[in-house]
């Protein structure tokens, strides 16, 4: 069927998957943040043929104004959109086509300027003209959060702060989409607005209900100037008209609506707010207010006895309020994969029950397939802070992630199945208050609430199994899996010898785990040179049993690897798929685990890491070297080994992630960044105020050791992971150290697999 055969949006037998790319281009000051350059799709044609892989035939896709034409139509570059949307059509999906992402348009323009929406209408003829085969538009992506970041609080150009500023933006963006959508139609008559818009709620103490309900008002406000529905009868007209000096716009968008064909509705965790003028208890919140009062406007979900709303309910009522058809047209959660996969699981179940109660509900989006970049700053800091999507772009070639096989599952068969799936989402936990828990004042009224789920829900869920219980990383595994909602079993060396077969199999087979981490193991390089035979019974022997065991029951695997398995003569950092040419006993176990493992277990996850540390233990090197250096004592370490530093909760979030996408085979993980023992060290004593110069650097000759060290042994991955960079991560562990332990202090010794490294 030609593009132009297709019947415009209809109401499908069930629920549809469709696909958006994360594709804003806001300005801050007159910097601009393209979160398409960011991600690399900018520059990858593939990434349609990966999406459209995954099953999904209607994808959100930008073809933005200020990237094609941003010295005017006549001056466009159409190269790139010319050769992706026939990819497109070739491929058999359908654009939604954007032209504007929460952006302000081309530099020449704002949302301010008068001449906005006539230029975007010509910009919109422009498209429509050039690919009039396309049919569903969103001409501009979220007006009203748009002109709320752009002209009520300031974070985007053209960065006002007023009532005045932002109504002026709204209704200027409603009249460019309302101009956009008739340009269009005049070339495509069948064209379809899809209008997105982020859907939230907010409540409140009962003394700022006021507040609460003006903008609960305010939250369909682009969606009813759209529909020419803001008039005397509206509840919102008379602020408005107080303070829309151009009230002739009024006039005009009841006089030209353009109701959307289909509602396009944004819900984020994030999105239902809680008013409190209470400011005390809420320490470190940003304070607002109006002219009545001060408050504080926090995530409901962190404070609600009872929880949100949530998005069922929510969309819900945009069905009642509207009767038109709806959309999911974004679902993503920036945060560990197993919360992501119970997050979109848990907007499709939303959407499938109100298709059968009679809603219709066109299609949930997989959205920000290719992640995002920096929304934890609202797009206001360049920090190089990622969110993977429905792939991790992270090593160049996008890789799928748990997400994938979700969509395409249900795409496939309607249904997605995976351990994590038996704990309800954090949002629905009782961790998730961070503040004294309220009951909110409802302007509408408790009746159809979503009550959250038990946390008792987590009992049928199928536990991890981890062992090394007493370890650094065991310990570590056990708290972020709880954080996590991750049911897991730790087992001492006592509890389980891993290199007995028939213990191995006994345990699994009375916990039935769906996955194992194994954390145990030798540790003390140098003492392994005297005692080989117990270094590879640990090292190599239990790992290579865990494996065949896990195996024959289908049960996932992770195991540790070390960077010592490299000789650390190569010029550059090591890659997976480098060779291994182990100096010591302790490395020859290592190297000779990864085979065996992987020999019985291919589909083993294998894990090579390097010199960690973290908050949570007084083991690890950094904090025995911060409490000598606290205690008045001097370090001395090696000034000339080169490794790369691993901070522990980076390392475990980044292995559990790999685990929930089912990954395999031989993966790097360490934070970004190759230095000396001497210069992590006097880093982290400069920043923990410390005086540097007690950190001491010597050869390695001349520090005692008896196994051999390599030189050189910083680690890259080629597979697509990355962790943050180390700088961050010392950045992070020193409150984080503080938070568990306060001041570290000075017992102990060093770790020896960690570091060649005396304390003096």
């Known amino acids: 069927m030609e593009p132009h055969e297709r019947p415009i949006l209809g109401r499908a037998r069930g629920v549809d998957i469709w696909g958006g790319v994360e594709c804003t281009v806001n300005r801050v000051g007159d910097e601009y943040f393209d979160q398409l350059e960011r991600s690399g799709h900018a520059r990858r044609l593939d990434d349609l043929r990966r999406i459209a892989a995954l099953g999904i035939r209607t994808l959100r896709f930008p073809i933005l104004w200020e990237r094609t034409a941003p010295d005017g139509v006549e001056g466009a570059s159409w190269a790139w959109a010319d050769e992706r949307m026939a990819l497109l059509h070739e491929l058999g999906v359908r654009p939604i086509v954007g032209l504007v992402h ?83 139609r005049e070339v495509n008559p069948a064209a379809q607005l899809v209008q997105t818009e982020d859907l939230g709620k907010t409540h409140s103490t ?279 909602g991750l049911p897991y079993r730790l087992l001492t060396r006592a509890e389980l010898d891993i290199a007995d077969r028939d213990a191995v199999a006994r345990v699994l087979d009375e916990v039935e785990p769906w996955a194992l981490i194994n954390t145990a193991g030798y540790v003390r390089v140098d003492a392994a040179e005297r005692d080989a035979e117990r270094c590879f019974r640990e090292n190599t022997a239990g790992p290579a049993v865990l494996a065949a065991a896990c195996a024959a029951r289908g049960v996932s695997l992770v195991t540790f690897s070390s960077d010592l398995v490299f000789d650390g003569r190569a010029d550059s950092p090591y890659s997976e798929a480098d060779p291994v040419a182990p100096l010591n006993v302790y490395g020859r176990s290592k190297a000779e685990a990864e085979a065996r493992v992987l020999e019985a277990n291919p589909r083993a996850l294998v894990v090579r890491t390097s010199a960690f540390f973290g908050p949570w233990d007084e083991h690890n090197y950094v904090t025995r070297a911060i409490g000598s250096l606290v205690g008045g004592r001097a370090v001395v370490t090696a000034d000339d080994t080169r490794v790369s530093p691993t901070y522990i909760p980076d390392l475990i979030d980044e292995t559990l992630d790999l685990l929930v996408d089912g990954e395999s085979g031989i993966w790097h993980l360490a934070n970004d960044g190759a230095v000396s023992w001497y210069e992590l060290l006097t880093t982290a004593a400069r920043m923990a105020g410390l005086d540097p110069t007690r950190v001491i650097g010597r050869p390695s000759a001349e520090l005692g050791l008896v196994a051999p060290r390599p030189r050189a042994t910083p680690l890259v991955s080629r597979r697509g992971a990355q962790l943050p960079s180390l700088e961050h991560a010392l950045v992070r562990y020193f409150p984080a150290r503080h938070a568990h332990a306060g001041p570290a202090d000075a017992a102990g010794g060093a770790t020896e697999a960690q570091a060649p490294a005396l304390l003096a």
């Not at 050039?130 to 009520?152: K, Q």
Request: charged share 25%; glycine share 8%.
């Open 102 to 184: 929460h952006g302000s348009g081309p530099h020449s323009t704002s949302l301010l300027d008068p001449a906005f929406p006539r230029r975007l209408a010509a910009f919109a003829r422009a498209v429509a003209e050039r690919y009039p085969w396309v049919d569903l538009y969103t001409p501009i992506n979220e007006p009203l959060t748009t002109a709320r970041f752009s002209g009520l609080y300031g974070l985007w150009y053209p960065h006002a702060r007023s009532s005045h500023a932002f109504l002026t933006m709204l209704c200027n963006e409603c009249r460019a989409t309302s101009l956009a959508m008739r340009a269009i």
């Open 206 to 484: 009962p003394k700022l209900a006021y507040q609460a309900r003006h903008e609960n008002h305010r939250r369909w406000l682009s969606f009813d100037l759209l529909r020419g529905e803001v008039d005397e009868r509206h509840p919102l007209w008379s602020h408005v008209r107080y303070h829309l000096r151009e009230r002739h716009v009024l006039d005009w968008l009841r006089e030209h609506p353009v109701p959307p064909d289909v509602l396009g509705i944004n819900y984020y965790v994030t999105s239902e707010r809680f008013l409190d003028e209470r400011i005390e208890r809420y320490p470190g919140c940003v304070v607002g207010g109006n002219r009545r009062h001060r408050y504080v406007d926090v995530e409901a979900v962190r404070v609600l006895a009872d929880g949100p709303d949530g998005p069922e309910r929510l969309l819900r009522e945009v069905w009642q309020r509207y009767r038109s058809p709806i959309a999911v047209t974004e679902a993503h959660l920036g945060c560990g994969r197993a919360e992501q996969v119970r997050w979109f699981d848990e907007i499709h179940g939303a959407a499938c029950r109100l298709r059968e109660e009679g809603v219709d509900l066109r299609a949930v989006t997989a959205w920000a397939l290719l992640g995002a970049y920096d929304w934890h700053s609202l797009v206001t800091r360049c920090e190089g802070r990622y969110e993977p999507g429905v792939f991790d772009v992270r090593g160049g070639a996008p890789r799928p992630t748990a997400l994938a096989q979700m969509v395409r599952e249900i795409i496939e068969r309607g249904r997605f199945e995976h351990p994590v799936l038996g704990v309800p989402g954090w949002w629905r936990r009782p961790d998730r208050l961070e503040y004294p828990e309220v009951a909110a004042h409802r302007v509408d009224g408790p009746k159809d609430r979503e009550v959250p789920a038990p946390v008792a829900a987590a009992t049928r869920a199928r536990p991890l199994l981890v062992t090394g219980a007493h370890g650094t990383l065991g310990q570590a595994f056990a708290r972020l899996c709880a954080l996590r």
